[in-house]
């Protein structure tokens, strides 16, 4: 199998991808990076068209939900919008996946003196049996989300970086924020 370049890659560049946001239903699609229980983070090089690995978190620690991103956003760090998602068994790498927005958690990094947003939306698979029930972050028990806080805190951390979790906000915040990523016009080519 050979991966896409040049002007190929583009044609199918996952990053601008239609995200189908459907403000009433809350939805949208999301692509995954990185599976749930994976220590390898891997990333998307939209130059490329394929998923490569970038770091690999220490013995005992793993990715606690599918981590990714929600295509055709662009966010102040470059890249487009970051999801984790709630699904009943981990995705595959490069999968996409109908969410449920349910809320975001509001991060800001701090790296070599340099502050930067960095939030993550929190959804849920909409194909989910196990999680067919949940409609907002206030449905998932506050340990679970205390939980995705100190996974990000502790992988910054070895990251060398500082994080702040500024606030666990509603699925109307996320959504506002979805839009205000749509309307910024993308830094890369």
């Known amino acids: ?45 939209r130059k490329t068209g394929v998923f490569s690995l970038k770091k690999l978190l220490p013995e005992g620690q793993s990715f606690p ?15 487009p919008m970051d999801v984790m998602i709630l699904m009943d068994e981990p995705g595959i790498v490069g999968g996409v996946v109908e969410i449920r927005v349910l809320g975001v958690l509001e991060i800001e ?11 993550r939306i929190v959804g849920v ?11 907002k972050l206030s449905d998932i028990e506050s340990t679970f989300i205390k939980n995705l806080e100190s996974f990000w805190e502790n992988k910054a951390q070895l990251e060398h970086k ?12 996320a959504l506002a924020l979805i839009r205000k990523a749509s309307r910024k016009p993308s830094a890369r080519p």
């Open 65 to 79: 939900l599918d981590f990714g991103f929600i295509p055709s956003t662009h966010c102040d760090d470059g890249d």
């Open 109 to 119: 990094e701090i790296e070599n003196g340099i502050v930067e947003r960095n939030d």
């Open 162 to 173: 500082q994080l702040r979790v500024l606030g666990v906000r509603k699925a109307k915040r």
């Open 125 to 135: 698979a909409t194909e989910s049996y196990l999680y067919e029930n949940i409609r």
């Open 1 to 45: 199998m050979q991966s896409l370049t040049g002007e190929a890659a583009m044609k199918h560049d996952l990053t601008r991808l239609p995200k189908l946001l459907d403000k009433a239903h809350r939805t949208c699609r999301a692509v995954i990076e990185t599976p749930k229980g994976r220590r390898s983070k891997y990333d998307y090089d």
